[in-house]
């Protein structure tokens, strides 16, 4: 089993900043993958970004955060961050952290087993 724990969220003025942080009580397996997916009500959830343990080429896709979110992690501490710069009103969501990959679709949120309780974002004038 392994639990994850989101920090950060808050309310954020449209253009600016805000940092989650995702914290893993282990790794499900040595390259597993971190993702972070965001949610809100009557849609599904959408990848944000994902990460592997062992890799140095975080995964963005087509997210909606590209050129604006950046997804990092600190091996030692089993952490993952997602920094979002620049932030929009339709950023405002639920934003979850996920791991234990289960196939190599990085970006399918049922590919995932452990899910933390996810962390408002809110992003308003």
Known sequence: QVQLEESGGGLVQPGGSLGLSCVASRRAFDDDA????RQVPGKEREVVAAIRWRSNSPFYGDSPGRGRFTIARDN????VYLQMYR????????????AGLQ???ITTAMEYQYWGQG?????SS
Do not use: H, M
């Open 76 to 79: 030692a501490k089993n952490v």
């Open 34 to 37: 971190v993702a972070w997916f």
């Open 87 to 98: 932030l929009k009103p339709e950023d405002t969501a639920v934003y979850y952290c996920s």
């Open 103 to 105: 196939s190599e679709r």
């Open 119 to 123: 962390t408002q974002v809110t992003v």
